[in-house]
């Protein structure tokens, strides 16, 4: 049974930084890709970066140029570091394959004020 974790959110300003990670435990192929989603609340859980098994990373254009996923596949861990943040950042977020397939982590609570 795999087993995700997401850790590292909190409250920040407007402009601030926070680095999530999520711990993957059970076993896994470590060649998934595998993504950070979000969750705002009223709004359905959106994919914001995604890191191939080669290293390749894509994101969604609205952290483009902020946020930046990597992954230690020897840790089995991922990472979102996530600077100049802003209130729309504000999310549940959530790591998973992608597409998703395992079973969901609890996430880690971002809130950005203003």
């Known amino acids: 049974q795999v087993r995700l974790v997401e850790s590292g959110g909190g409250l920040v300003q407007t402009g601030g930084s926070l680095r999530l990670s999520c711990a993957v435990s059970?076993?896994?192929?470590?060649?998934?890709?595998m993504g950070w989603y979000r969750q705002a609340p009223g709004k359905q859980r959106e994919l914001v970066a995604r890191?191939?098994?080669?290293?390749?990373?894509n994101y969604v254009d609205s952290v483009k140029g902020r946020f930046t996923i990597s992954r230690d596949n020897a840790k089995n861990t991922m990472y979102l570091q996530m600077n100049s943040l802003k209130p729309e950042d504000t999310a549940v977020y959530y790591c998973?394959?992608?597409?998703?397939?395992?079973?969901w982590g609890q996430g880690t609570q971002v809130t950005v004020s203003s």
């Open positions: 059970g076993s896994t192929s470590r060649v998934s890709t």
């Open positions: 998973n394959r992608v597409p998703f397939n395992l079973p």
């Open positions: 890191i191939f098994s080669g290293g390749s990373t």
